[in-house]
């Protein structure tokens, strides 16, 4: 298995590999968001800058606050138009909590600098990063998780 072309960013990571043997053709493997972050980890020969990792530690909470009031915000909305039967709206409050957990959980927990590019991919994904507060981020940092967004 080889990287493709321009395929790769920073000599870390890759989109699509092309896989095969001398006894068939190629084939082009493309790559979700989760499975390319993964695979750059394992690419990486460490982490990312300690710059990186402060910036990243000093958004955290600022992010996670961010995306907790918008969540709410959804609730709010959700549940400001009961019908006359209030189960299918509870229903759908429990899916879209159930939901935006999952998101919460990607994107915020297990914060370790070995995780830190799968997790600003997935800060970016939700639009909850400005382009302020990327900007800060290495140019490295920033081509891997635009490489990675940009291609999902």
């Not at 990287?3 to 000599?11: P, R, T």
């Not at 493309?30 to 402060?54: F, N, P, V, Y």
């Not at 909470?61 to 138009?81: H, K, N, S, T, V």
Request: negative net charge.
């Amino acid at each position: 298995m080889k990287i493709a072309g321009m395929a790769s960013i920073s000599g870390y990571l890759a989109k699509e590999l092309i896989a095969g043997d001398s006894q068939g053709p190629p084939a082009i493997i493309t790559m979700t968001l989760a499975e390319a972050c993964i695979w750059g980890r394992r690419m990486q020969s460490g982490h990312i800058l300690e710059a990186d990792w402060k910036l990243l530690r000093k958004l955290h909470p600022i992010l996670l606050e961010r995306f907790c009031r918008r969540i709410l915000d959804e609730i709010r909305i959700a549940a400001a138009d009961i019908p006359q039967e209030a189960h299918p709206t509870y229903l759908e409050l429990f899916e879209l909590v159930q939901r935006r957990n999952a998101e919460v959980a990607d994107a915020f927990d297990d914060m370790r600098r070995s995780m830190a590019i799968f997790r600003i991919c997935h800060m970016r994904t939700l639009k909850l990063m400005t382009d302020e507060e990327f900007a800060g981020f290495s140019e490295t940092t920033r081509a891997q998780v635009q490489f990675i967004t940009d291609h999902d």
